[in-house]
């Protein structure tokens, strides 16, 4: 089901600038039963993009209503929330008066099996390289087209995700989760602030981690770190078994990672 | 009057990947009467775009009969094909078996003066500046949140277009028409292979100005230039009066180019 402008629909003008433009962004948040334990996390960036792109941002209440209205018929759900500059005329300028548009969907929870928590997942190494745009970078926004180039890169099932880098080789992101290393004994998590997404995932973890390091994470070194895992807000903690041919051991910082988040009010896939 | 995959409607699937991930190209095309004198460009663009983004490519009588159809209300029109990959499950893996949507949509055309076209323009000078993403360069596809940030900088009606920069410090293009300056009496118009969109007015001033260099065009030389004008498939060859505070006078190389517009099949806006 899904709700768009607070009315029960399933499609938009066709002149929706989100659809013209990529003019817009969203989240996707993971509800445990009628809990969404990140939900506020979600609403600080969905504000701070809001402002960031200037498009108005919906009253959290409202959004919350209209998540509970559409998860209804799931268990556990992912709602996906979508803001757009709503409907324009032809061209980049934005309308004078902007009617944002506002689709709230509901999805059933991927599958997530015991084993990927506890053994940790495979990932393809992309060609795909980010490209930098501070005007863009952290925000969760609809021109998403570098990563659909990324994770068409491979359709082995036995790979989860994909590692990106950066166009000066730096390691960025998987295609759909943030990343962190553990390097001589110390958690890193690469910056944000000239490609990638800033994960509400990502931010619950390094508010967990005191010692963590923001910063740019060469890839050798990021292929060279004791400890791999990704951040996600639908998945969780995931362990990082391999990166092409080189492998990882799930180690004790991505197991306490595995522990708060389960602490937050994640079930616990993991053995 | 809109067409979606050939039936009249005013709206996509909220989970058109279009919408989700800016997940697709377009065109838009001007009609003079019922003809496009740019046509055939346009389609191999079009084509040239969904190969690189491996999404099906129409069949373009399909799309000229569907154009045709759109634009008869109209006398002159500009007529919009979006093409996405279709709807698809949330996730940035793209669908196994791909479906396509194809919007096809007429527009009325953009008034445009006679003073226009005889004294030229005036642009802004924006401090948006392009991200180099080989991968994407050139296509004209829906990831268009750099030029909707551009365009936004501005709101005076005196202003006609903005001068868009890569990060490097050269001129690319204006938010929606290339850029050709003379400098030492040599058309030169940017590269477009980091950024920027290969425009099909461009295409065809490059096919008649046999001496057009296309190389990188740092900041300084841009405004050191003797001539400036755009070009743009909707409105055509436009002089440039003035960046900023930088001034230019429409001289010969811009004056030939827009009488060459008019042999090619479009009106002459300029006295």
């Known amino acids: 089901m899904m709700l768009i402008n607070g009315q029960p629909a399933e499609s938009v003008s066709a002149l929706d600038r989100g659809l013209s433009y ?34 108005p941002c919906p009253d959290a209440q409202q959004l919350l209503d209209e ?18 500059r709503g409907v324009g005329e032809r061209g980049y300028a934005p309308p004078s008066v902007v009617v944002a548009t506002r689709i709230v969907g509901a999805f059933a929870m991927p599958a997530l099996s015991v084993q990927t928590y506890r053994d940790g997942i495979r990932m393809h190494r992309c060609h795909t390289t980010l490209a930098d745009q501070p005007l863009l970078a952290g925000i969760k926004h609809l021109n998403r087209l ?54 509400v995932a990502r931010a619950a973890v390094l508010d967990v981690l005191g ?34 041919n080189t492998v990882y051991a799930p180690g004790p910082v991505t197991r306490a ?4 988040w389960r602490d937050l009010g994640f079930p616990t896939e993991q053995a």
């Open 211 to 244: 010692n963590c390091e923001v910063r740019d994470l060469p890839l050798s070194e990021c292929l060279g770190a004791s400890e791999l895992f990704l951040s996600s807000s639908v998945r969780g903690i995931l362990p990082v078994q391999a990166v092409g």
């Open 67 to 84: 998540a509970q209205q559409v998860k209804k018929k799931f268990e556990d759900a992912v709602v996906r929330i979508t803001m757009t």
């Open 146 to 199: 570098e990563q659909v180039l990324a994770r068409a890169e491979w359709s082995d099932p036995a790979l989860a995700e994909g590692l990106v880098c950066d166009q000066h080789g730096h390691a960025i992101s998987a295609t759909a989760a943030n990343l962190f290393a553990v390097v001589d004994g110390v958690p890193v998590t690469p910056a944000v602030d000239r490609c990638g997404v800033a994960g």
């Open 22 to 55: 990529g003019d817009g962004l969203f989240e996707t948040i993971r509800f445990v039963g009628s809990t969404a334990p990140l939900w506020h996390r979600h609403m600080k960036r969905l504000r701070s993009g809001c402002e960031r792109l200037r498009i």
């Open 257 to 260: 990672m595995q522990r708060h």
